[in-house]
């Protein structure tokens, strides 16, 4: 891994938000989190660190946005039916991972039995959904997160983690350990979560965003077409509730294509990036590229807070260089943009719009202020058909300075 981009002043931070990251994974510094020089969004994952992240939340509320949401890699744990109708722990296992009216699973029996001891006891979708919104409720921004979808993950041999889940000795430097990227030493089971159990469980959590008006932070791994799909069905079903909220492609791993379907008919559906994540494969570039500039969003997807401002800071050095934005130097500089001169860039040319003086962090501050505000219409940043179409084929004017 490449050295981390070195951070800027403390002033510039200031407008840096860490759009997805994990700091109830690790043991928490009260010293760290006062001294936060920029804010973090903060998920919850599975029923065990919800109370955290609410407390975190209660503890540092003009550094932390809490995320409620149950984590695709968890939602085995859930069954559909009530509370008063739980069926025992076998049978919900059984009829989830080991359909035995399949006879290609017999096979699959014994390692069946192995993992059956190690997983907890289900509990009702209605009483998770219950609780995310008590968690919500009580912070008017908080978020839905992490929610999504997963046909990558495999349910590992071990016992659920008890917090912090990664107590082991902090890493020299990140990134390590991540959500989205499972540890290798693990040993896995056959099992799998069907997609159908996680687009129920995805979408019982949406329903109450959409109720709510909270904006969701989601994942998707290997599921570029059921994202699509789910999208698609929650525009249609919730209309104008839906593109009220916000939603963040978090360490988005779709294809520039992919990424270009969803941008093309969603006004809500955003992106971020992270080192962590998406640096490991330079199609992040593409990406970076590829994105409407107003559509992007920067995560650390990190597991120790003390890191989130290094590696969100990174992404957005990136996304810099890659769209051929300035990085600005100081506070000041953030917020006056280059209209310094009399509304004149650098080459000379009058500039249109305000932001054309914006630098790296102004824009990304503007896209989290328009993400965390909500209320989509129009696709951001695009007025007139003939402009849509353009998205698609724009990077390389974006790169010598054009919009
Ligand atoms: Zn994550």
């Known amino acids: 891994m490449d050295a981390l981009h070195p951070l800027p002043h403390p002033s510039v931070l200031a407008h840096v938000v860490d759009a997805h990251c994990h700091p109830t994974d690790s043991p928490l510094s009260p010293a760290v989190l006062s001294g936060l020089p920029h804010r973090i969004c903060a998920m919850a994952t599975r029923a065990s660190d919800q109370p955290l992240v609410r407390s975190l939340a209660e503890q540092f509320p003009d550094k932390v946005i809490p995320c409620f949401g149950y984590h695709p890699w968890f939602i085995h744990w859930i069954s559909l039916a009530p509370p008063n109708a739980l069926p025992a722990k076998d049978v919900h296992y059984q009829t989830l991972l080991l359909p035995l009216s399949e006879p290609e699973h017999a096979p ?12 907890p006891d289900p509990v009702s979708l209605a009483t998770i959904v219950e609780d995310l919104r008590t968690n919500l409720s009580a912070f008017p921004h908080a978020m839905l997160g992490e929610v999504g979808l997963d046909r990558a993950f495999r349910i590992p041999f071990e016992r659920p983690a008890v917090p912090p889940y990664a107590s082991s000795p902090a890493p020299s430097h990140p990134p390590g350990h991540s959500h989205d ?13 069907p997609l159908a159990h996680q687009v ?24 570029q077409q059921a994202t699509l799909a789910l999208l698609a069905r929650m525009r249609a079903a919730h209309g104008s509730a839906w593109t009220a909220l916000s939603v963040d492609m978090h360490s988005c791993g779709l294809s520039a294509l992919g990424w270009a379907e969803i941008e093309r008919v969603h006004p809500n559906v955003f992106l971020s990036l992270s080192t962590a994540i998406n640096a490991r494969s330079p199609a992040h570039v593409a ?3 590829a994105v409407h500039p107003a559509r992007l969003l920067v995560e650390s997807d990190f597991h120790d807070v003390a890191y989130s401002a290094a590696c969100t800071w990174d992404m957005l050095a990136r996304a810099a260089t890659a769209r051929g934005w300035w990085l600005e130097e100081s506070g000041a500089e953030v917020e006056a943009g280059r209209m310094l001169r009399a509304g004149h860039g650098d080459d000379g ?11 790296a962090v102004r824009r990304i501050a503007e896209n989290w202020r328009v993400f965390e505000r909500g209320g989509h219409t129009v696709l951001p940043g695009v007025k007139k058909k003939r402009d849509k179409k353009k998205l698609l084929l724009d990077s390389s004017e974006e790169e010598s300075g054009g919009e």
């Not at 129920?200 to 599921?223: C, F, I, P, T």
């Open 200 to 223: 129920a469980v995805l979408e019982a959590q949406l329903a109450l965003a959409v109720v709510l008006r909270r904006n969701v932070s989601m994942h998707a791994v290997k599921a």
């Open 349 to 359: 040319q009058a500039m249109a719009k305000a932001e054309e003086g914006w630098g």
């Open 181 to 193: 990227a499972p540890e290798p030493r693990r040993e896995l089971s056959p099992f799998t979560t």
């Open 287 to 289: 990406l970076l590229r």
């Open 108 to 119: 699959l029996l014994p390692a069946f039995h192995r993992l059956l001891p190690l997983l």
